[in-house]
């Protein structure tokens, strides 16, 4: 069995653990992604809702559109 993903949000308020394998890992290049980050490309991995725990303080789901 694979370890837990974990993860979080830099300041350290909101903490996520997924026990499964991802579904998708992708990166992106866009123009958002690129001001959002200060990178050149930004990677993102994904995992089924049911699969992972969040924990933190005022937390919030957001879908977005497509981006361009």
Known sequence: ???PHTGGCRCGAVRFEAP???HHI???HCGDCRR???A???AFIG???DQIALEGKSLK?????PVA
């Open 47 to 49: 995992f089924a809702a």
């Open 20 to 22: 499964a394998e991802p």
């Open 26 to 28: 992708s990166y992106c």
């Open 61 to 65: 789901s957001y879908r977005n559109g």
């Open 40 to 42: 050149p490309v930004s």
């Open 36 to 38: 959002a980050s200060g």
């Open 1 to 3: 069995m694979t370890a």
